[in-house]
């Protein structure tokens, strides 16, 4: 089955950019979308389709994808991004089942 | 506005059974493909399974723990998705999300999608 690897944790200051990566085999080839879920809240959409944003989610958000890696990128980091971030894939060789990377949590320093 | 409520979460044996429903309202459900996410104490988010809508044929996946213990269905007529839980196992034991999933089928295939809206989520714990 395919996996999804992800960094357990990244920390940023404050106004700094903070890049969170998701590897997987070839994931270029793929729709990498992420997820954002602060504590005992659910997970909300950030970006989708590798790059695009749903209406209502800032420009801070961008995310890219080439080769065996995916990033969500988050400009100018604000105390209210503290929170884990999943990268998520569908698995097509496996009847498009739906895979998870494991989350990172993003700390704010 | 769209909004997902669950609800049917508990306490239940293993080996036992248990049934969540997530009340859709604020889009239109015929038309869209559903899925349930779960979420383990303490650990990362994995997929459960989906339904798609009638018009793409109504069919469902599940991933592979699941897979014969756990059926999805809908009721389009009450906008209401369903998620029966047979021989429950303690590793079953999470919260469980119902999701909008941005899919669609065209020219004889099919492209699964994000999931764009979530409910807040109702807590299943298998424990004797």
């Known amino acids: 089955s395919y996996v999804l690897t992800q960094p357990p944790s990244v920390s940023v200051a404050p106004g700094q950019t903070a890049r969170i990566t998701c590897g997987g085999n070839n994931i270029g080839s793929k729709s990498v979308h992420w997820y954002q879920q602060k504590p005992g809240q659910a997970p909300v959409l950030v970006v989708y389709d590798d790059s695009d944003r749903p209406s209502g989610i800032p420009e801070r958000f961008s995310g890219s994808n080439s080769g065996n890696t995916a990033t969500l990128t988050i400009s100018r980091v604000e105390a209210g991004d503290e929170a884990d971030y999943y990268c998520?894939?569908?698995?097509?060789?496996?009847?498009?089942?739906?895979?998870f990377g494991g989350g990172t949590k993003l700390t704010v320093l | 506005e769209v909004q997902l409520v669950e609800s049917g979460g508990g306490l239940v044996k293993p080996g036992g059974s248990l049934r969540l429903s997530c009340a859709a309202s604020g889009f239109t459900f015929s038309n869209a493909w559903m899925s349930w996410v779960r979420q383990a104490p303490g650990k990362g988010l994995e997929w459960v399974g989906r339904?798609?809508?009638?018009?793409?044929?109504?069919?469902?996946d599940y991933a592979a723990p699941v897979k014969g213990r756990f059926t999805i269905s809908r009721d389009d007529s009450k906008n209401t998705l369903y998620l029966q839980m047979n021989s429950l196992k303690t590793e079953d034991t999470a919260v469980y999300y119902c999701?909008?999933?941005?899919?669609?089928?065209?020219?004889?295939?099919?492209?699964?999608?994000?999931?764009?809206?979530w409910g807040q989520g109702t807590l299943v714990t298998v424990s004797s």
């Open positions: 339904i798609k809508s009638k018009t793409d044929g109504g069919t469902t």
């Open positions: 998520q894939v569908w698995d097509s060789s496996s009847d498009h089942r739906g895979v």
């Open positions: 999701t909008t999933e941005e899919g669609y089928c065209s020219g004889g295939s099919c492209y699964p999608g994000p999931f764009d809206y």
